[in-house]
């Protein structure tokens, strides 16, 4: 009788600790912009935000997992898995899946970073009930069957040959192995040519049970959505597929910062057969929790980032030696890369460099002009507003600063922290970052001489 007694005061005991818990992390007004979370027992996260005056809705789940949480042998797996999500689980086959979302005008993705993935359906509001029993199936059900891991490993190794077949978008990846090295961030998220033959379905499998558990997942939805009915929605279909097993379980906590990104003069050349040589010139940056990354992206607006920047006002409008040409930059949980890309004839790749590396090196000792700097403050408050016009894109905002910051920031706060940079933070954060010594990437047609002129450029 004692046993019995204590038995079920463990289990109400239990079942007391093993409830939702809701938050509202943004009150907008009149409900619209209203963001908010419930955890699940069992670490699942659901954040929504609502925008009643829109007739779609984009629903996404977020895994925990990127490339760079990959071995050298793995290499590949995460991108691999992702493909292998929409061939099919006990409930549908790849037909299904495909086609439930075709008959009501859905449209149905997934992409892979170093950092997450995401898998998400953008459907009428009405339908969205059929796309998040879609998603979560896909997200709790895969069979990842041989014979799918064998047909895919096709699609991906073709995946593989087009970016090869870009040099554009290849000598991105090349400047992460230049900065990176041989350590996961400086692998490519396809995977090799070796490295995906090696992959089978046995090892992809332990992948996925790995990386696919609910604490390592954030479910988002945007658009004009419930968030109680979103909730009930996603949790039914989670414990229909058996996968809040551990009711106590918390999620994980976003990626700690750890890592400082240390190189310089490093220069990677690949010889190609190409019309135009592909460059990149550039350094460390900031990682994404970095405070100063507002006063970066406003460096690099003006830098790089519209028609009226210094890079495309000096190396196209004044001398026409590229068609393409801007800076970017890219932050991670631990380090950050700095980057200037232009795309030009190989016979004008030095002048390029020469201008690029004078316009970083002008920045850096002399800063900005405040007109520059205000200008540029108005093009990124105004891009970020028109980036966020759509439920794809507002879904994308509350998926990932939950799974990367585990925190919420409303469009105002946004704004309001791109306003309050200061032409002196935009010039300590330029004397830093474009203070270091560059490293360079090429992709071209590049001879004996060249080469050597390309080392001396980063010297």
């Given amino acids: 009788m004692t046993s019995s007694n204590s038995t079920a005061t463990a289990r109400t005991s239990s079942e007391a600790r093993a409830v939702a818990r809701t938050q509202t992390l943004i009150k907008g007004e009149n409900g619209i912009g209203t963001v908010r979370k419930t ?3 069992g670490g699942l996260r659901i954040v929504t935000e609502t925008l009643p005056s829109v007739r779609s809705a984009t629903f996404g789940i977020w895994a925990h997992v990127g490339s760079r949480d990959e071995t050298p042998s793995l290499n590949g797996a995460t991108h691999y898995l992702e493909h292998l999500l929409f061939k099919g689980t006990s409930q549908r086959s790849a037909l299904d899946i495909s086609s439930a979302l075709d008959a009501v005008g859905g449209e149905m993705n997934a992409f892979t970073a170093k950092e997450y993935t995401c898998y998400y359906a953008r459907v009428l509001d009405s339908d969205l009930p059929l796309a998040i029993d879609v998603v979560c199936d ?21 995946e593989i040959a087009m970016t090869e077949d870009d040099p554009g978008d290849c000598v991105h990846d090349l400047f992460a192995h230049t900065m990176f090295g041989d350590n996961p961030l400086g692998r490519p998220v396809l995977g090799t040519v070796d490295t995906v033959n090696a992959l089978t379905a046995d090892r992809i499998r332990r992948f996925y049970k790995k990386h696919y558990d609910p604490t390592h997942l954030v479910v988002a939805a945007a ?29 994980i906590a976003p990626r700690d910062g750890r890592r400082a990104l240390r190189t310089a003069g490093r220069v990677e050349l690949v010889g190609r057969r190409t019309e135009q040589a592909h460059v990149v010139l550039g350094m460390p940056g900031l990682a994404r929790t970095d405070d100063r990354r507002w006063a970066l992206g ?34 991670f949980a631990d380090c950050g890369l700095f980057g200037v890309y232009a795309g030009c004839r190989p016979s004008q790749v030095h002048d390029v460099l020469k201008i690029c590396r004078d316009e970083l090196d002008q920045v850096a000792e002399h800063g900005l002009t405040d007109d520059e700097i205000g200008r540029a403050i108005g093009q990124l408050r105004g891009s970020t507003v028109l980036g966020l016009e759509d439920t794809g894109a ?16 409303s469009v105002d706060d946004m704004l309001g922290r791109i306003a309050s940079v200061t032409p002196d933070d935009v010039r300590e954060v330029a004397r830093e970052i474009l203070g270091q010594r560059p490293s360079l990437s090429v992709i071209g047609p590049l001879k004996d001489k060249q080469a050597a002129r390309l080392h001396e450029a980063v010297a």
């Fill in 39 to 41: 955890t699940l027992p």
């Fill in 138 to 158: 896909m997200l709790t059900g895969s069979l990842i069957l041989e014979e799918d891991v064998n047909v895919e490993r096709g699609a991906i190794l073709e």
């Fill in 223 to 251: 658009g004009n959505v419930d968030h109680n009915k979103v909730v009930r929605q996603v949790r039914a279909a989670f414990e229909k597929a058996g996968a809040l097993k551990n009711l106590e379980a918390a999620p």
């Fill in 298 to 331: 406003v460096l690099n607006t003006a830098l790089g980032g519209g028609m009226s920047s210094r890079l495309f006002q000096e190396v196209r409008e004044k001398r026409g030696l590229a068609y393409s040409v801007y800076s970017y930059t890219s932050g």
């Fill in 394 to 409: 507002l879904m994308n905002r509350i998926g990932k600063s939950e799974l990367c910051w585990g925190e919420q920031m």
